[in-house]
């Protein structure tokens, strides 16, 4: 059977067995969240030995030639040494410049990193609070924020969350891989319309998208729909509000969760042209995009980001 070697450990494992859940089984911490490729929490760096990697893709060709990969993607097939990602030694130190709360739950965090990061509206980056990570999408803007900026859904209990409600302004955090994700903007889409739909924290991401809309000057009509609990967890009012009134082709709707079967049903496409950002969690963008198709939207307009639902 191969060998399996982490540090100075090393066992047998059974041909083709999940290497995120060999490490994990015999206490080896490598955190996960997706286990789907999406989120790259479970890199870990192949020293040694080759996996059978199932998702090659979902890492770059330079990751790839550094032996990092998804262990989530991986089956053992052959005597394997490897290195878990270390956020002291491989992740980039960010400062905690502001924490304030957007509503009820949602927690925005707001980070100075130790050196400048190259990267665009909608992307995501892991952060790790000690040995817990997480994924979380950027709200900031490179060309106008000074910060990385998150929105933490912190309805729910989870290890970084609750890591977070802790944190204080001076304290460091660390940043772990930064990756593309679904949502941008394309400056061809200048004069197309844009909807922007957003449940939940997916608000944050969209509203990056959004600004960097309006700052390379979209001419057609922008369209944000924000579905949330309840109304007290509609956030950003404020601010959505002036961008609204400096840029008159831009509409605001919000919705409670109750509300959206009956507002899918009079949901139509007013052109064919229009370009559909979703995100936020997966019921919600799968119920927009399955509504979008119906009304005629093309598939290869829609660019959709469900969140993970694990903590």
Not at 153 to 158: L, T, Y
Not at 166 to 178: A, C, N, S, W
Not at 280 to 294: C, E, I, Q
Request: with cysteine; charged share 20%; aromatic share 8%.
């Amino acid at each position: 059977m191969p060998q399996l070697h982490v540090a100075d450990q090393h066992w047998s494992v059974a041909p083709n067995t999940n290497l995120l859940d060999a490490l994990n089984q015999v206490g080896v911490s490598v955190p996960y969240s997706c286990r789907a490729g999406s989120c790259h929490a479970c890199l870990v760096r192949c020293v040694r030995g080759e996996p059978a990697d199932l998702k090659p893709e979902a890492l770059s060709r330079d990751q790839h030639e550094q032996g990092w990969r998804l262990a989530c993607q991986c089956q053992i097939v052959e005597d394997l040494q490897i290195e878990a990602f270390d956020p002291l030694r491989d992740g980039v130190p960010a400062q905690v410049a502001g924490l304030d709360w957007l509503s009820p739950t949602v927690l925005r965090l707001r980070l100075t990193p130790q050196r400048a990061l190259r990267y665009r509206a909608g992307q995501h980056l892991v952060l790790w609070a000690g040995d817990v990570a997480r994924p979380y999408s950027l709200s900031s803007l490179p060309e106008e924020d000074r910060f990385l900026e998150f929105h933490l859904d912190c309805a729910h209990p989870g290890e970084f969350v609750d890591a977070a409600r802790q944190f204080k302004v001076g304290d460091v955090v660390r940043l772990g891989e930064l990756r593309g994700g679904a949502l941008r903007y394309d400056p061809d889409w200048q004069e197309q319309p844009l909807w922007l739909l957003a449940s939940g924290t997916g608000l944050g991401p969209l509203y990056g998208v959004l600004r960097e809309a309006l700052r390379q000057d979209h001419q057609g009509p922008i369209r944000l729909v924000h579905v949330a609990r309840d109304k007290a967890e509609h956030y950003l009012q404020s601010e959505l509000l002036a961008l609204s009134a400096a840029c008159p082709g831009f509409v605001i709707e919000y919705l409670e969760r109750p509300q959206l079967p009956d507002y899918l049903l009079q949901m139509g496409v007013v052109s064919r042209q229009t370009r559909a950002l979703v995100c936020g969690h997966p019921d919600t963008v799968d119920a927009f995009a399955k509504r979008l198709f119906l009304a005629g939207l093309p598939r290869n307009q829609l660019l959709a980001d469900a969140f993970l639902t694990r903590s």
